[in-house]
């Protein structure tokens, strides 16, 4: 209700200012709230996983205690039962080498590797086997010989060698802190001192493991086993701990809390079980230890309670003397575990980036599980080794991000979501001068294709209806969340065809650039090539060579912006000085579609993956296909199954192969490497190369990646949303492209299998096996899905299975026939009208299938089970992702409709692979734009046999009016005319000696104040509609005379004046943003200007006072002379802000704020500051030149080349389509034989109830069958391991990221009346106010 109220507030504020307050919200963009549900759930996870790392712990630990008092002479069991809980102590200490050497086996396996040099070997080798043998002696020699409690005190003394390291290096950062190593050496060597050395070397001998009895071996393996898995979890939550940000609550406090809590839990047991014996009645403590060896133990608990007991009265505590003793093993204990803490004081400051390496947390990468605590905490690094974001301010390296968005015929809708996340980010990053955990600076760019479009009738260029969508869209959001209209606003002509930049309210820039199909290649690959190579190749070759940056001799108000009320140059030119800061391991360019959708975090979860390995060349987020109607919903289950459990399993066990350009972050120094841009610019001119390359460039770049040595990764937290074809045909082209471009490049792949995997440590032999069976499966699926068709042709009907087959493989057939003779059109309708009935087919073999298991009264069946457990599997997936578990939901729409999407869908793509067009996003508006611009009057008169067009346009109006004029006074229209196109010219000369960024001389300012009066004249002359014209027409009303003198007086003192010449398109770009300078938008622009530059001022009386103070200003200058959507012109914009800066000063003296004068100065100034027409400086627009002509120039092939790669396409096509069929006509043709044979070849298996109980019948099963279903079920059991793994470590970078989320630095503001032109990080140029 709250917001609503907000809301309704808002809009009559601009109620007050125009008949026309209403605006679109996009969702997404409100502020983002504190999340306090997932802040929660971090909290939560940290206690369980601290609980479990204390428990884990405290089982190794007493289970290691217990196995120990069992090996020991003085234990209650048999001699021989002691030689094999010995044995069982020895295989508790192997564990862990027998796990590292499976994970270095997983590793050979599925990754490749460099082999170490002898040296390393050597060292790692001396250094192992001498912690091999101190714990082995410590273990299985020492330990046996004492009591439960010295074993439990001596544990905490084996960080004697790390305290003793840490004095001899001097390895604390602040002097006084080489206390806390000193005092445990002391502390550990006095218990030491205080601990009597009494004991024997064992002997095992190997003849006693024979008469073992099985009570003593299922005891001696069961506490085996949970000591091992509990050490191996408690160092695997423990790693899980650190890098969930929870070092303190989850790893440090039950790791040090292990040994006290063990000790606690032995004495409670202890006491337990002397309750229960008569002895301990008679409250003697050392005659229920004489009774005890008498005890008869029953069971495996007694016995552990038993030799508890029996540990504990062997230490002093059972002394007949005295106390003393006793007191001694007291302090004994507390010395070493006092000498254990201040050893590892530093865990408790340790501090780990977002993501953190199991390396770069711990010396070693093995565990000791004799004693897991103490492992742990003496294993953890004091310094960790950061990658390149480690929080730390003075070693952090900042990178930049680009976003580069292309579009192709998106709606008004697309457009919004692409632009509201933009200004999210915007809003997120925050002030440029703010400090930001996260560390990144961004541009945005968008490139617009086919942009422009030309009358027929003038020749004219002009921008097309989707520009001008997009103008509006960027107006509106920005309206939406500044509540203003855009500051700064620049209009450039470029070689391509035009750019627009914008800063957006954080000070970001966003820039649109608008390609001329006529001028530079369309297409999505060849926008990519553009941007690469402009923010990749230009833009570092810039920043490599400082020296050519243009530099900005004149702080003029067109070069500078005001953020938080500091005056800086645009940020185009300020991030440009800071890039030759960045390397390009940290430049990215993050791809995007036109109408994607995200948020910061998804972006910032992207970032991490590149930042923390580098060799990871790209990394991809969870696509969600968004819209409505049933192939919306097909395609959300189809993409969730996809990044469930194919992306997953190829991230964990290789890389990823696809990295979608709708949302996906590259590193600039990846795709800058050798065999990847440069193949990347390479046009198509083979059969092969069309499918490859133009079809699905995204996946083509990525097999460019993989063959180079990269590696691409998916992060399941990253989530973008993305428009998704909602009609059967969109739908059918898109896959048309998508599914030869996704053979043919996987082919490349496999091809070159073995170099690939030489060359790319993420790729091996076992992964290319992999990846080889899912294509052979992929091949081979319109053949199962054509054998599934027949089992529900089968269970529906009845028939017979070789009956069966043949009827399901004529509708194939049939529309492959179709495929061939009729047209794409009609191919879709068909398969349209097959598909509906497919689906009822399915459904039916669905039901068919469920009722046939109630007959049978089983389900034990290989279709059954095959049923059954592919919708548990499914189902346990969708749980383990919560925020998409009603994706479950359109699981039945994407079971019926797998003929159509495995079958006709592929027959399609087949044989309509010789078509290369892009096949979606096919517009008619160009058809319909052929008015030209200013058309006043457009009618079709129909009269009997003749068709009339009547169009008036405005050149035909004006042609009218001065046929007219000369009619009545020739003479005087003659002088008119002269003198209008003179003062055209003079007003050329002005608009450019305002707008160009050069120092604006005396005989300027002279010739911009006689224009004022000039103008001033004019206006009382004009008519009321000629006030709101804009500038451009009103500087047209100077006198030719006076100019002249001006301009003849001050000719030696000032330089040339530069003309920027406009192209037709600009103007009605520029006349889109003038609106700005309308009565009713500069007061709220005014309004919120003033409230931005003061926000972190805490002067919000003043700040208020000054919003009502100068908006009576401007309803006092404005409100009579012009009206609410009337642009000002150039002399009422400069007495509107001089009227405006005075009423400031005063307000500002009045509440002793003078200090803040220069801030509300320049709010007022960027408030009436019009939009600029620019150029391209001559570097660049060299650059563009270049890059067209080498790269980027149209295509234009000649008809024969057209003819002989349509004749190659067809070839090409024709031979897919024969192997296709072979390869399925074989697996059908088998199928079938198999049927028809029957009971020779098929496989009998018993049929069983659900209870367990045979029936007496068997099943019959073909081998074939039996085969494809092992394999597939095999296929996804593995993709489902792989899931597992997946989510678990995604979980984990969640609750990190959360944990780090958004937490800004304010920076110092104590400069007020510094202007700083250089990157601040620079320590460069400082230029006050005095100066200017």
């Known amino acids: 209700m709250e917001e609503l109220k907000h809301r309704g507030k808002k809009r009559e504020q601009r109620h007050r200012d125009t008949w026309d307050p209403f605006q679109l919200n996009p969702i997404g963009s409100e502020k983002e709230k504190e999340k306090r549900c997932f802040s929660l759930i971090q909290y939560l996870v940290a206690i369980i996983v601290g609980l479990l790392v204390l428990v884990s712990a405290i089982l190794s630990k007493g289970s290691l205690l217990v196995l120990c008092m069992l090996a020991s002479p003085k234990s209650l069991v048999k001699n021989n039962d002691q030689q094999f809980y010995l044995l069982m102590l020895v295989f508790s200490l192997v564990v862990p080498n027998v796990l590292m050497f499976l994970k270095s086996l997983w590793k050979c396996t599925f990754k490749s590797f460099v082999n170490p040099n002898k040296k390393t070997m050597g060292i790692i080798c001396l250094v192992e086997c001498l912690v091999s043998l101190g714990t082995s002696v410590l273990v299985i020699i020492v330990m046996p010989q004492f009591d439960a409690l010295t074993n439990l005190f001596i544990t905490g003394g084996v960080c004697i060698f790390s305290s003793a390291l840490q004095i001899i290096f001097r390895l604390q950062k602040e002097s006084w802190k080489i206390l806390f190593p000193i005092c445990s050496l002391i502390l550990v060597l006095t218990g030491y001192g205080l601990l009597v050395t009494d004991f024997h070397k064992p002997h095992i001998d190997w003849s006693y493991f024979s008469n073992i009895t099985q009570e003593t071996l299922n005891l001696g393996i069961g506490i085996f086993c949970l000591q091992a898995f509990m050490s191996a979890a408690c160092h ?390 968004t819209g409505m109607g049933p192939m919306v919903w097909y395609q959300k289950f189809e993409y969730a199954v996809g990044h469930w459990l194919q992306k997953t399993a190829e991230h964990v066990f290789g890389s990823v192969l696809c990295s979608p350009g709708c949302f996906s972050l590259f590193r600039g120094s990846a795709l800058m490497d050798d065999n990847i841009l440069k193949r990347y610019t390479t046009k198509s001119n083979k059969a092969a190369e069309y499918v490859q390359y133009d079809q699905g460039e995204d ?315 000039l103008q001033k004249k004019q206006q009382d002359e004009d008519d009321a509609s000629e006030i709101s014209e804009s500038d451009d027409s009103i500087n047209e009303k100077m006198d030719r005379t006076e100019y002249e003198t001006s301009f003849d007086n001050d000719d030696d003192d000032e330089e040339e004046l530069k003309v920027v010449p406009e192209s037709e398109w600009v103007n009605p770009v520029k006349t889109e943003f003038l609106k700005k300078l309308t009565y009713a938008n500069m007061k709220r622009n005014l309004q919120e200007q003033i409230r931005y530059t003061l926000r972190n001022k805490d002067q919000d009386d003043v700040c208020e006072e000054l919003v009502l103070m100068l908006t009576d200003v401007v309803n006092g200058e404005l409100r009579d002379k012009v009206g609410p959507e009337d642009v000002l012109c150039d002399s009422q914009l400069e007495e509107l802000q001089y009227a405006l800066n005075e009423a400031a000063r005063r307000i500002l003296k009045t509440n002793r704020a003078e200090r803040l004068e220069r801030r509300v100065k320049r709010a007022i100034e960027k408030t009436l500051i019009a939009p600029q027409v620019d150029k391209l400086n001559e570097d660049e627009t060299d650059f563009w030149d270049k890059l067209i002509d080498r790269y980027l120039k149209p295509i234009a092939d000649t008809k024969a080349h057209t003819e002989e790669v349509t004749r190659e396409l067809k070839s090409l096509r024709n031979k897919a389509v024969f192997l296709y069929f072979i390869l399925n006509v074989l697996w059908v043709v088998a199928t079938f034989f198999l049927q028809t044979i029957g009971d020779t070849i098929s496989i009998h298996i018993p049929k069983y109830y659900p209870n367990g109980t045979m029936s007496g019948e068997n099943m019959k099963v073909e081998p074939l069958s039996l085969m494809f279903l092992l394999s597939f079920a095999v296929l996804l059991l593995v993709q489902f391991l792989a899931m597992l793994y997946h989510r678990i470590y995604t979980l984990i970078h969640v609750l990190s990221y959360i944990s780090t989320e958004k937490d800004y630095k304010p920076a110092n503001d104590d400069d007020e009346d510094c202007v700083t032109y250089e990157n601040p990080t620079t320590n460069g140029l400082v230029i006050t106010s005095d100066d200017l």
């Open 699 to 1013: 996946r083509w770049l990525c097999t460019l990646l993989l063959q180079q040595g990269w590696r691409v990764e998916y992060n399941a937290a990253s989530d973008a949303y993305t428009n998704a074809p909602q009609e059967f045909k969109e739908f059918y082209n898109q896959r048309r492209r998508w599914g030869p471009s996704t053979l043919a490049n996987t082919l490349d792949l496999l091809h070159s299998g073995k170099e690939t995997a030489k060359r790319n440590s993420s790729i091996s032999m076992v992964y290319i096996i992999y990846q080889i069976f899912t294509v052979g499966s992929s091949i081979l699926g319109p053949a199962s899905v054509t054998l599934m068709i027949a089992g529900a042709f089968q269970f529906v009907f009845r028939m017979d299975g070789s009956l069966a087959i043949i009827v399901a493989v004529i509708p194939p057939v049939i529309y492959m026939l179709i495929c061939f003779v009729c047209n794409p059109n009609l191919q879709i309708s068909i398969a349209a009208i097959l598909s509906v009935l497919y689906a009822f087919l399915m459904t039916a073999s669905f039901f068919s299938i469920i009722g046939d298991m109630i007959i049978q009264e089983t389900f034990i069946t290989p279709t059954g089970i095959f049923l059954v457990s592919m919708s548990i599997l499914y189902l346990v997936t969708a749980i383990l992702h919560p925020q998409e578990f009603s994706m479950i939901i359109y699981g039945l729409m994407y079971f019926i409709c797998i003929p159509s999407g495995y079958l006709l869908l592929t027959i399609y793509s087949l044989v309509n692979m010789h078509i290369v067009s892009w096949g979606t996003r096919e517009s008619t508006r160009e058809k319909e734009e052929g008015k030209a611009v200013g058309v006043l009057c457009d009618r079709n008169c129909k009269l009997c046999c003749w068709d009339l067009k009547i169009q008036v346009t405005q050149e035909t109006e004006n042609l009218i009016l001065q046929q007219i004029q000369n009619a009545v006074g020739p003479n005087a229209q003659g002088q008119s005319t002269n003198a209008q196109e003179h003062k055209e010219k003079v007003h050329g000369l002005l608009l450019q000696a305002m707008e160009s960024h050069q120092q604006i001389t005396p005989a300027e300012h002279s010739l911009r104040r006689k224009a004022t009066v």
């Open 236 to 625: 695997w939550f423990g790693v899980v701990a650190c890098k969930i940000h929870a070092v303190r609550m989850s790893f440090a406090l039950p790791a040090c809390f292990t040994g006290p809590t063990v000790l606690i839990v032995g004495l409670a047991l202890f006491i337990a079980e002397a309750q229960n014996l008569d002895a301990m009645a008679m409250g003697n403590f050392t005659t229920f230890c004489l009774t005890l060896s008498r005890t008869q133990m029953r069971n495996a608990t007694g016995i552990v309670l038993a030799e508890i007991s029996n540990s504990i009265c062997r230490t002093t505590l059972n002394s007949h003397y005295r106390s003393w003793p006793f007191a001694m093993l007291v302090t004994e204990g507390i010395c070493m575990w006092l000498g254990l803490l201040t050893a590892t004081h530093y865990v408790w400051k340790t501090k780990v980036q977002r993501i953190e390496r199991t390396s770069q947390l711990f010396v070693r990468r093995l565990y000791e599980s004799a004693f897991i605590d103490q492992s742990m905490l003496l294993n953890t690094r004091m310094k960790v080794v950061r990658a390149r974001n480690q929080e730390s301010r003075d070693e952090l390296e900042s990178c930049v991000i680009y976003l580069c968005a292309t579009m192709w015929h998106e709606t008004y809708d697309e457009m919004l979501k692409i632009l509201t996340s933009m200004f999210r980010l915007d809003r997120y990053r925050g002030d440029p001068k703010e400090q930001h955990k996260d560390e990144f600076d961004f541009e945005c760019h968008i490139f617009v294709d086919d942009a422009f479009r030309q009358d027929k009738d003038t020749g004219k260029k002009f921008v097309n209806d989707y520009v001008n969508d997009l103008v509006q869209v960027v107006i509106e959001v920005y309206r939406v969340f500044t509540n203003k209209e855009p500051d700064d606003v620049s209009i450039i002509e470029t070689p391509y065809g035009g750019r627009l930049m914008f800063v957006m309210p954080d000070g970001n820039m966003l820039y649109i650039h608008l390609k001329d199909k006529l001028l530079i290649r369309n297409k999505k690959r060849w926008s990519q090539i553009m941007y690469m190579y402009y923010l990749l190749g230009w833009k570092g070759y810039m920043a490599k060579n400082p020296q050519k940056i243009t530099r900005q001799n004149n702080p003029c108000r067109a070069s500078l912006v005001s953020l938080d009320g500091e005056s800086l140059f645009l940020p185009t030119y300020d991030n440009d000085s800071k890039r030759k800061y960045i390397s390009d391991d940290n430049t990215y360019i993050l791809a995007l579609d036109g109408d994607t959708d995200f948020h910061p975090s998804a972006v910032i979860l992207l970032v991490d993956r590149l930042r923390m390995y580098e060799n990871v060349g790209a990394a991809c987020g969870r696509i969600h296909p």
